[in-house]
């Protein structure tokens, strides 16, 4: 490597970048030109790269999903993925696969997410693109981290390199199959996925607080393929006293566990609940107030439970807080699996961001049964969340509604 490339290269991933506030503000500058209209080949080419990345789901989180495949004169002569944490990227492996520099000099990449431009766990991802001689860089999605954020792109152009960015469905694809990645990225708290399954009257339990099962095998069995996808499952006090769960995957395939998150105010958590009582199993954290006994964090803690102390004036803020904390210890997404209260305080605080509602063949009745939400919800119906509509899929007797809340 010459002087002058080190030297644009140093640049463009050390430069001082406008990067967007946490929350909702402008998403960050992206700098490509983009492409309304790819070729037909060249999104055939980006589909194969999306699916490609979903195989590493489950595997690299905090990092993100990305598939990457090198197609020289109309043929794919490489395909890569990032199969695992500290492994390779997936444009490392792609042109390891196609054979290496020697192979691929010439050749157009198709990626799913921007190629990194610093150094992690792995090398720069851009570096061995120019390495490997690609002429040009067809790119699904943007990298919204403050270390990528358009940097990579205009550095391989510097190099001589074609890069053209997607729009459209495709991109859509590939932001929403990251969407815990970037909510990270643009705000250091982790993407919540909010799940419950409610009879067709809307309860999610009977007045007694009975709710096994509502839903059917084959959404039980979905929701612990789900777990294994999420770094956290959470679940508030109320819900491990009365159903003294393990919160852990099981089923076939499962190949990560996710961290226990128990919201619990008062450190009521018993020490020997299956949650606490089986130190072989995956890390349990307990989120308490400021008002928590001395004494029992300490019992807790003594139990091998790690414990997050919640601030705030309200359940509302108090989930804000605990998010921010978990966010700074890696977790880039939990799974929300009740109960009604800890639900209600995540839609007050507004930090669900997509829904997944099992409604199953079930009449629960009374007054006193249990609501999804118990937070303090809209005064009118004017002021309610407005859900965009769902999807819809069947999943055994039960009918399986998805709605995305928000875009990250």
């Known amino acids: 490597m010459d002087a002058g490339v080190g030297a644009t290269r140093a640049s463009w991933c ?5 990067h967007p506030a946490p929350g909702w503000g402008p998403k960050p500058r992206i700098l490509e030109r983009a492409m309304s209209a790819l070729a037909p080949t060249d999104l055939e080419y980006l589909d194969r790269a999306l699916q490609l990345a979903e195989r590493g789901r489950g595997r690299v989180s905090p990092n993100p999903l990305v598939g990457a495949l090198v197609v020289l004169n109309g043929a794919v002569i490489g395909e890569g993925w990032h199969a695992e944490l500290g492994g390779d990227h997936a444009e490392v492996a792609a042109i390891t696969a196609a054979g290496g520099p020697a192979a ?43 270390k990528a954020n358009g940097r990579s792109l205009g550095m ?14 495709i991109r859509q694809r590939a932001t929403g199959m990251n969407q815990p990645f970037r909510k990270h990225a643009r705000t250091g708290r982790p993407w919540v996925l909010a799940k419950f399954a409610a009879s067709l009257d809307g309860k999610v339990a009977s007045s007694s607080g009975d709710s096994k099962w509502i839903s059917g095998e084959e959404s039980r069995a979905l929701v612990h393929q789900w777990r294994s996808e999420v770094d956290a499952v959470a679940v508030g006090i109320g819900t491990a006293l009365t159903d003294d769960p393990r919160l852990t995957a099981r089923g076939d395939g499962t190949l990560t566990q996710p961290r226990r998150v128990v919201f619990d105010a008062s450190a009521r958590l018993p020490l020997d609940s299956q949650l606490v009582a089986e130190p072989e199993s995956p890390p349990v954290t307990v989120v308490v ?53 800890l639900a209600g305080a995540f839609l007050d605080a507004g930090e669900v961001d997509e829904l997944r509602i099992f409604l199953a063949p079930v009449l629960i009745g ?19 969340l407005r859900v965009p ?7 055994g007797d039960d009918l ?5 809340l928000r875009e990250w």
Do not use: W
């Open 156 to 169: 391989l152009r510097d190099e001589g390199i074609e890069v053209e960015m997607a729009e459209g469905e």
């Open 366 to 384: 009374a007054h006193a049964a249990r609501d999804p939400f118990e937070g303090r919800g809209s005064e009118t119906v004017a002021e309610a």
């Open 289 to 341: 107030d400021r008002g928590a006994q001395r004494a029992e964090v300490d019992a807790l803690e003594a139990s091998g439970v790690d414990v997050l102390v919640a601030t705030g004036e309200n359940e509302a803020a108090r989930v804000e807080s605990a998010l921010e904390q978990l966010g700074e210890l890696g977790i880039t997404s939990v799974l929300l699996e009740g109960g009604p209260k």
């Open 14 to 18: 050390a430069a001082d970048r406008s």
């Open 400 to 404: 399986l509604l998805t709605s995305r």
């Open 104 to 146: 691929t000099r010439g050749a157009t990449m198709y990626v799913s997410l921007e190629p990194c431009c610093h150094q992690g766990r792995t090398p720069p991802c851009s570096e061995a693109i120019t390495a490997a001689g690609i002429a040009r860089v067809v790119i699904a999605s943007d990298d919204p981290s403050e």
């Open 389 to 395: 509509t769902p999807d819809v899929t069947r999943v």
